[in-house]
């Protein structure tokens, strides 16, 4: 049985940051690329940041780039989500994903994505 659990969000003011954390079990971790997506009320799930299976490329949305760092380690099956400079808008259920893909290139679509975590929430106060 595949899971992913992700943890590390809460509440922060503007400007802090968060290390988000998304530990796998059920699966061989290391033949997955991981990403990061987000939804905030009301809205679509976007995506946020992808790596490859060994952590070899990473991908960022514009809005994140700068601010956020995805990386990996596969002794731990963990990802992680450092994210810096928080704003407002980056209020959001944080979910991450695992995408059965061993090649260079990563994708930004969750239709890529096999399997997916419950979610960690996400706030960031003015």
């Known amino acids: 049985q595949v899971q992913l659990v992700e943890s590390g969000g809460g509440l922060v003011q503007a400007g802090n940051s968060l290390r988000l954390s998304c530990v796998a079990s059920?699966?061989?971790?290391?033949?997955?690329?991981m990403g990061w997506f987000r939804q905030a009320p009301g809205k679509e799930r976007d995506f946020v940041a992808a790596?490859?299976?060994?952590?070899?490329?990473?991908h960022y949305a514009d809005s994140v780039t700068g601010r956020f760092t995805i990386s990996r380690d596969n002794a731990k099956n963990t990802a992680y989500l450092q994210m810096n400079s928080l704003k407002p808008e980056d209020t959001a259920t944080y979910y991450c994903?695992?995408?059965?893909?061993?090649?260079?290139?990563?994708?930004?679509?969750?239709?890529?994505?096999?399997?997916w975590g419950q979610g960690t929430q996400v706030t960031v106060s003015p």
């Open positions: 994903a695992a995408d059965n893909n061993m090649e260079t290139v990563i994708s930004p679509d969750m239709i890529a994505y096999d399997e």
């Open positions: 059920g699966l061989t971790f290391s033949r997955y690329a």
């Open positions: 790596i490859n299976w060994n952590g070899g490329n990473t």
